[in-house]
């Protein structure tokens, strides 16, 4: 991917080397991968987490923010990661602000918090065991830049466009956030418990869908690179529920996805890509996913 090192975005919070009050969890890379496996497998209540109604097992909801902010003292081994990002995050949200304007809208920026282990947000406090999360109590993505570590190394999915697609999807959160959508769906979870997990899914394919438009605008500016949509496509199958579940089980459960299926994850970053309006990503209307 193109990209130039500049100034750090001003919707950039770094609080990477914080230290968490409360029961703060401190989990290395490993409890990253592990984490996500057993929300998968045992199936998290994405929803009520993401609405501030929930927060990870073994953490204090609520806990206090951070003792001490700002990177890490000394040398920064994730410099450049952090410079990257800082580009990706301000490119998603000035496409974004692009498309709004075209519809007469004005779009609302998000803030993106770094933190290292656990974070206090108003959706709770997170470990990195959640992974990236956005909380739409207060308009922040969240991640533990170790995660793009696992990516690579243990989903498989190296390249930094695959990093750019996580960040993506986040912001396709705050799209939906601002638009509505998360609010419509944590209603229609709400009267109808027994498809909660269905609706989930198509709030998650949603943000993938999203995250294809994004992609599209790049391509569109001369931003990509030769593989780079690959790498996308490759961070979403590795993503993917079913092959989070049989990595760790052996076994597949759909009744307990929440984020959807490889096929289902590329598909709909696909559809985005190549359609670029979000009219083609109504997931929540499409009878067959």
Not at 149 to 175: C, K, M, N, S, T
Not at 179 to 192: C, F, K, V, Y
Request: with cysteine.
């Amino acid at each position: 991917m193109k990209w130039q090192r500049g100034g750090r975005s001003a919707n950039l919070e770094d609080r990477r080397g914080s230290r968490m009050g409360g029961r703060g969890m401190k989990l290395g890379a490993g409890g990253t991968v592990i984490g996500i496996i057993v929300l998968l497998v045992f199936g998290q209540d994405y929803l009520g987490v993401m609405s501030g109604g929930g927060s990870i097992p073994g953490l204090q909801a609520g806990a206090g923010g951070p003792a001490s902010g700002g990177a890490p003292a000394g040398p920064d081994a994730d410099a450049e990661l952090v410079d990257f990002v800082s580009f990706v995050l301000d490119d998603i949200q000035g496409t974004w602000t692009t498309i709004f304007r075209s519809q007469g809208k004005q779009y609302e920026e998000a803030k993106l918090v770094l933190f290292t282990d656990a974070v206090a947000s108003a959706c709770g406090s997170q470990s990195s065991a959640t992974g990236p999360f956005y909380c739409p109590g207060d308009h922040k993505a969240y991640i533990d830049l170790g995660f793009y570590r696992e990516l690579r190394d243990r989903f498989g999915a190296p390249g930094d466009f695959a990093q750019a697609y996580v960040l993506a999807h986040e912001i396709g959160h705050h799209v939906q956030n601002i638009t509505g959508i998360s609010e419509r769906a944590q209603r229609l979870a709400q009267n109808d418990p027994a498809h909660r997990n269905e609706y989930s899914i198509r709030q998650e394919l949603q943000a993938d869908c999203y995250a294809g438009i994004w992609a599209h605008a790049t391509s569109r500016r001369d931003v990509l690179e030769e593989g780079d949509i690959e790498e996308g496509l490759a961070a979403a199958a590795a993503i993917g529920d079913d092959r989070l579940q049989k990595q760790a089980t052996g076994r597949v459960h759909p009744e307990s996805w929440t984020h959807g299926s490889s096929a289902q994850r590329v598909r709909w970053f696909k559809r985005g890509f190549d359609k670029g309006e979000m009219d083609a990503c109504d997931t929540f209307g499409a009878r067959e996913l």
